[in-house]
């Protein structure tokens, strides 16, 4: 009983912790149940600790700390209250709209966070007994919200249960879905758009006249049921023109595709090379612009780092995967057999000079007339490869994470450069966090309105294609030091690494990314649309996928990267990463012999 009471006592100080950390501030009190607390303005009130079905409900909990840190941390109380609408029923919307946005912001830095609460939610809403309209109004709403703001998918069940009012949602707000997504980061214009929309619906007035229609209608139905039908086919009317009055065109959706697609045909049709050479330099990306680039730079690993600190960090870096580099080994040896078999050379028989061909000698033997047949060594084709790992450097993949990615990394060059095929090392991230030197020039040239990407890249080669491996070993163990990894900018890597990739005379070029997220970048989102990094990943990928000879493949940590790339893969596990990289280059090379012999 008092390990029970000891192992909940430190539960609650790891939550209280957690709370702390995510709301960003240490001043923050955390209480249980019914604790008495001085003060409500300073503190985070949880769910007591009870036993529901014989377990304790720890998850929940967790993920109500979670979700209430992140409004903590992510939303201001003037503002909120400043746009918060008349109505109980639309102050519960306003209020859930708010939380969504918050966990919005949070769960693209803290990705255990999102699972903690997608879990729960899952579970809480699947429990639901929903009877009244106020009810499931609420919770459709909140559904809705989390499909579109955070691109929840529901589950079957979950979806049938609460559909009641979402059709309606969709009517009155898919038109400003778009809007209210671009404007997360910006609270006054989030909170000021879903106000006004939610006032709008007048929800608590309808909800008022449904409760009185009822009344009334149980009252008409006792003395004249005959003019119930008439009255319901009335309602429906009225409330179908509405939702009409209040219905619009979804223009934002169309405007984008439409613009997409005539940006592709201009460049297509174009007889401008001007126009086809931006295309190129930007990858397909016509809209895509950086403020600056003065800052940017690329350096190579030994440049950022002294070689004492350089070998300390790499032997730091071989003792924490003693035991996952030994496993990653026996993988690579089966790659190296595969590549080496794919390179061996063959015969060609029966001819009239060249090496004597032994296997033939019996037929001479048995006929002294058979002439004698030589035989002569000849290549198999293997084109010249080159294949280059382009690695996240960004903060969440700080840790585990991007350890094994280094030694994986690190074993497979090693592997594939005793094939004779060419391997390059390279990393991404920023110099700074929330904008560096770019944003300083940004706001003192008065701050311009959507500036395009505003921080300062850094890219990193660890290893180039013609340095051997042994020279740049150590350059793996910068991935570890401290500090180093901050902010992560997808596409702008994407096209760095393409453009020194094109300029190699391989036959064969191979380009796989190791990612952890979409790209994050706060000063750049701050002051664009919220998906401006998101979009130029989309349009850069699906320019090297299309027109170009480099392939491209992707994997995942903990993230599905399938919505950006055609060939990918997700792993939940870390410890997954050395054997996924390995057998998708393996595939890729089975893959290539198969179309070079058909």
Known sequence: M????????????????????????????????????????????????????????????RAIADSKS??????????????????????????ISEKIRCEKIGTSYFKGVKNNIEKYYNKRVSELDLKSSEDKMVESFENYFREKILDYKNDVKIDKKIKAYKKDLNDQLKNKILELKNSTLDQEKFNSLISKLISNMSLDESFDDEEKRDEHDDKDKQS????????????????????????????????????????ELEIENSSNPELKKRSVSNLGDLKYKTYTDEFDEIVKAEELESVDELSRLRKNLDQQLLQLKNFISKLANKLQRKLLAKQNRSWNFDLEEGLLDTSKLPRIIMDPFNSLSFKKEKDTEFKDTLVTILIDNSGSMRGKPISVAAICADILSRTLERCMVKVEILGFTTK??????????????????????????????????????????NNMGLMLKEGLLKENIDGEALKWAF??????????????????????????????????????????????????????????????????????????????????????????FVENKKKTIH
């Open 2 to 61: 008092e390990n029970k009471k000891d192992k909940i006592e430190d539960f609650k100080t790891a939550i209280s912790s957690t709370v702390r950390s995510l709301s960003d501030s240490q001043k923050i009190q955390v209480f249980f149940g019914n604790q008495v607390s001085k003060s409500e303005n300073n503190s985070i009130r949880l769910p007591n600790l009870e036993n529901k079905g014989n377990k304790i409900n720890y998850e929940e909990i």
């Open 70 to 95: 992140l409004n903590l941390r992510f939303s201001n109380k003037k503002t909120f209250k400043k746009y918060e609408p008349e109505g109980n029923i639309s102050k519960k919307l306003y209020s």
């Open 224 to 263: 004249n049921p005959q003019n119930q039908e008439q009255k319901t086919k009335d309602i429906d009317e009225k409330q179908e023109e509405m939702s009409i009055d209040t219905g619009m065109p979804d223009l934002e959706n169309e405007a984008m595709e439409s613009d997409q697609a005539e940006e």
């Open 432 to 473: 700074h966090w929330k904008g560096g030197s770019s944003r300083e020039k940004w706001m003192k040239n008065n701050k311009p309105t959507l500036p395009g990407r505003l921080n300062d890249l850094r890219h990193i080669i660890y290893k180039s294609a013609d340095t051997p491996w042994r020279q740049s070993k």
């Open 499 to 588: 453009n020194k990739m094109s300029k190699r005379k391989e036959d064969r070029k191979i380009l796989m990314i190791i990612s952890d997220g979409a790209p994050v970048d706060d000063s750049t989102l701050s002051t664009n649309s919220s998906d401006y990094l998101e979009t130029n990943l989309k349009k850069t990928v699906k320019w090297i996928e299309n027109k170009s000879n480099i392939e491209l493949l992707a994997i995942g940590i903990g993230h599905d990267v399938t919505r950006y790339y055609n060939r990918a893969v997700k792993i939940t596990d870390v410890q997954d990463l050395g054997d996924v990289m390995i057998n998708q280059l393996t595939d890729l």
